[in-house]
């Protein structure tokens, strides 16, 4: 195996080897030990109107979990899978008072405990602990909803940075948008489109229009544990954005016309789904010519890290070394894959 340590002074390290990027061992590496230690978000509270079941598949493509969400007086996290013979329980968001397994008849309520199942009377020690739904942890952040696997790796810190400095906020005031979210396909490995998001460098040669909004010399990078910030100034002094990024992949960004969460999801070695999901502030305007601008700087970003993919396959390119100043994210982004796959 390539040594993928990462040197922590920026000013004399190397950044990861290509080999990371490209090979499948690599990917399948990552899986097992970023991805199923990882918090991952999943929903908002807006998304519980008029629904209080929620399933999905956490991670499709690569982990691959049916699990769903329920809201009775908590909300909790649980195997969408029926403890009997395996078939999925819920497939679509509904208001139940019961989750029913549309196989057998099985029921659960919505604390997961098995409530009935038909067939079953002869059974000894029927039902035991075995047959209610395995709990996941889940993780509440301002109605925002997370879970995980096992989510060993921590992002209270992050989370804690964005409750002080954004203390005026309106979370109280924000709603999903579908007609906003979109959802884009990358033929480029998700690692790539993670740290070209981590780094201002790029801005003044790829993104024109952005960059004449912003204040590129006001760009800052703030390194926290598991994550990064990124803020910058807009060309009258006023914060354009805060650039939350949680490890592994999502990314929290705060404008003035409310937040755009992206969650980059890893579906092979070479191909990646990035969910762009907009929650808007009610009073908020203009917000689609926002989002216009939004979709022009991501075409920009994938044109690059479609073009970095083909690069990174060369076998006369390993790696690079890192601007000190401008390059801190993407050092840290590196030496956070190389500390949890080692
Ligand atoms: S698999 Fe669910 S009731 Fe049989
Ligand atoms: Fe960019």
Redesign the pocket.
């Known amino acids: 195996m390539i040594d993928f340590r990462i040197n922590k002074n920026i000013a004399i390290a190397k950044s990861i080897h290509s080999d990371f990027y490209t090979k499948k061992e690599y990917f399948e590496l990552s899986l097992n030990k970023i991805f199923s230690n990882s918090w991952q978000f999943v929903c908002h509270k807006s998304d519980f109107n008029n629904t209080n079941i929620y399933p999905f598949t956490f991670l499709e493509n690569t982990i691959n979990e049916p699990m769903v969400i329920t809201k009775s007086n908590n909300i909790a996290c649980f195997t969408n899978v029926?403890t009997?013979?395996?078939?999925i329980?819920n497939e679509k968001k509904c208001f139940q008072k019961k989750m029913r397994?549309g196989?057998?008849?099985?029921t659960f309520n919505l604390n997961g405990e098995l409530n009935g199942?038909p067939g079953f009377k002869n059974v000894e020690k029927f039902p035991s602990e075995k047959d209610n739904l395995e709990k996941f942890p889940l993780l509440n952040w301002n109605d925002f909803i997370f879970t995980g696997i096992q989510p060993k790796i921590k992002i209270d810190s992050i989370l804690d940075d964005i409750k002080t400095r954004l203390k005026n906020f309106p979370f109280d005031s924000i709603y999903y948008s579908a007609e906003y979210s979109r959802t884009y396909n990358l033929e480029a490995n998700w690692a790539l489109y993670c740290e070209n998001y981590l780094e201002g460098l790029h801005v003044p040669f790829v993104h024109k229009g952005l960059n004449s909004e912003i204040d590129i010399k006001s760009y800052r990078t703030k390194i926290l544990d598991n994550g990064v910030l990124q803020y910058t100034d807009s060309k009258d002094k006023n914060v354009y954005a805060y650039y939350y990024w949680i490890f592994p992949n999502m990314m929290f960004n705060f404008y003035d016309w409310g937040l755009s969460i992206n969650i980059v999801e890893p579906i092979s070695f070479n191909k990646t789904r990035i969910k762009f999901l907009s929650y808007p502030i009610k009073s908020a305007e203009n917000i689609s010519k926002k989002i216009d601008e939004l979709h022009e700087v991501e075409m920009e970003d994938e044109k690059v890290v479609l073009n970095v993919q083909k690069g990174v396959q060369s076998q006369f390119y390993n790696n690079g070394r890192y601007s000190a100043d401008y390059e801190k994210g993407t050092h840290h982004f590196h030496r956070l894959i190389c500390n949890y796959i080692k």
């Open positions: 029926c009997h013979r395996g078939h329980i397994c196989y057998h008849g099985r199942m």
